[in-house]
């Protein structure tokens, strides 16, 4: 019976005293005279299993010879373990080598930095970090289908290729059919492939809304793209957005699911991957769990923008940035609003001039029914609005903006044709990610980023 | 109390005789001198709500003149319906216009073309058909995952934007930050954003083997790109892929793996997209149920290549392309082959030089371990192999195919750091809805097909 260790460890008396077969990779290797120790993963579980071998096994000596990272298949006895910390471990009686290790395996069983582990970007799962970051990550991305499917969302796939250039979100990257090398002057697009020009999506909002306009409740999943040259933390040029889009829906019941989605996210990750974060809380931010659990237990605030400016400019604080009425809010204003509050905060209706033209205009004519919210720690970690679905205004609003009306006729047409009142938001994947693991560069919790200059594997 | 319809259609006799509201659009609108009808969907569910309303309401002429196409907010008590085919209907008491639908609204109810409809993409969910497509579409995603997650497999999101140009599947798409119109000559790709050039990927497998040799079980989902310029009922440039990866597991077991997926996806459907399956089955395809079940039930053949190529050769047909030994074999070979087993068949053992530098040399000297599914009715549905695992001959197929090995040199350290046995398989996500639904233009499966000389909203 072969077994992952997933089996194995979440109901580990079950096996006690059987024997089982595991196949996975040795990531550690102790040898004695007459004895020896493997340290086991097959990747399915936070915990390694040991398993022990001694000379009353006809192939030892081969055995005592296995490299670190080697792939084996082994059979054996599954025992109670003498040692602290792990429930069991396995009494081998065979052990198969399946895939040697050549001896310059970079990841040896040492601290390694996470810049050296960058560049092995191909190996970095298997150590105990990266395993744990990326089991997390297919967790997560399941609980975020599940949350929606649950309750009669459909799921949509916006396209990746677009010819709209007018999405407003960021500077995009250019997709073509043509051989670049032969671009001489002027480009000719009847050449290219879709007869125009395109580029990669910044946001699948737009198309979604149309969605929303048909099945009330629609969320994308799917990644997005940033041409920025931006080298921060919190940057790459290829990312993984959700973003729900919900009919018959106001600012405030958007709310409602914004806080919501994380609650039950928060809560799935604390359930489903309970090793992996205790790993975190212990290895990479002391008081993780805390930090979540009190997320899951607070109530968020709902402030305007106005109201939070007028608590910045009456704190004692010395800003680098000094908050303005009308205006964006900086990194230090958003740390401060959270602690003000001890919890997090949704900042809603700002300064219309700073923020996206298909927004809610505000009956005060200057501001819309956005929401940010503002997490404890992490900043701004969704952002959405209500739409504007008065066709008037939102032609009105392109013009004052000098866009392309003819591209994005067909989103006009929606408010034509059964608009109703609706909105929706946008949640950067690897920023949760970092939110609920602790890792602080998001370079670290996509498998194989992209960022300027960096594009391997 | 807001319901959606999926729940008052799952559970009718519950809401029998209660008052409830309901938030959707108008479908079509017949209306009497004392009462009218009303058409509804909010897009939860395959049937429509009818909602009657008569003169007893004091709204009666406003809502008498509401155009189709339009969003209402209805509340009204659920009585057991007299007609056939609905469980129940609504008595309206109250019907509130939340936006209104222009005249020349195109989704009239009669029966419009599908090529009329794909110029309407994004008004076409509005139908009945294109409805059900989009919804089986996020149902059949969801299962996908659920099937892989429930087994341990880890979801992992491979790149898009890639530096390789030798994954060999296709022409690729180019990605570049750099203006195109301002490319005069040889292109400076230190200006680039990536400092190299780059493309959309054509497939996530070779990422995903990485991740197999650490977590065992791996899985992605997600977009993949194709440049070339074929105008086929089954090609599109931008679609979606599930490409599993699994260690310890050679090219039998891969089959296995791929009949389960299969026959689970198929039986998730049939119990969870009931109503949308009869309406296909009705019409779209008579006897899809009947093929779903029949698929279900039976058992996949696995025959090698040249086997096949015997039986085509013994047929008593003229062919348009004759069956050769060692070469590729045609469409019209794939439906005799189903045909004559009268069932789905796994082509295995295929000749090496029609197939990838990754797939596992056979000892024979002449195939490799790769797998084509052949589905009655469709032709290739998923496409498999054992991947070489030999460091030398993987790496002298790749000087044989004059390959660039510096760029893929991860690739082939694969093989010297614990590789193993593995195989994995590819699934085009829209082929498959395309087999499960019986709709016969891939341009009609996907929100918003990017096909060429195509790629509008």
Known sequence: MILDLKKIFENSNKYIDKKVTVQGWIRNHRKQKSFGFIDFSDGTHQTHLQIVYDDTIPSFKDIAKLHI????????????????????????????????????????????????????????????????????????????????????????????????????????????????????????????????????????????????????KVYTFGPTFRAENSNTKTHANEFWMVEPEIAFCDLNQDMDIMEDLLKYIVKYTLENCKEEIEFFDKFVENGLIDKLNKLVNSKFIRIDHDEVIKILKEADVKWEFEPEYGEDIAKEHEKYITEYFDGPVFIKNWPKDIKAFYMKQNEDGKTVAAVDLEIPGVGELMGGSQRENDYEKLESRMDELGMNKEELDWYLDLRKYGGCVHSGFGMGFERLLMYLTGVENIRDVIPYPRTPNNCKY
Not at 138 to 144: D, H, L, P, T
Not at 162 to 184: H, K, P, Q, W, Y
Request: proline fraction near 5%; aromatic fraction near 12%.
């Open 69 to 216: 990272g080697s792939a084996i298949t082994v059979t054996g006895n599954i025992i109670k373990s003498p040692k602290e910390g792990q429930p069991v471990e396995m009494q081998a009686c065979e052990v198969i080598l399946e895939g040697d290790c050549s001896e310059d395996f970079p990841i040896q069983p040492k601290r390694h930095t996470r810049e050296f582990l960058r560049d092995f970007a191909y190996l970095r799962p298997r150590t105990n970090l990266f395993s744990a970051v990326f089991r997390v990550r297919s967790k997560v991305a399941y609980a975020i289908h599940k949350y929606f499917q649950d309750k009669g969302y459909v799921y949509f796939n916006s396209p990746l290729i677009t010819a709209s250039d007018c999405e407003g979100a960021g500077e995009m990257f250019r997709v073509t059919s043509l051989d670049l090398d032969n671009i001489n002057g002027k480009v000719d697009y009847s050449k290219d492939l879709f007869s125009k020009p395109t580029s990669l999506t910044v946001s699948g909002q737009l198309n979604a809304e149309s969605w929303a306009m048909c099945y009330k």
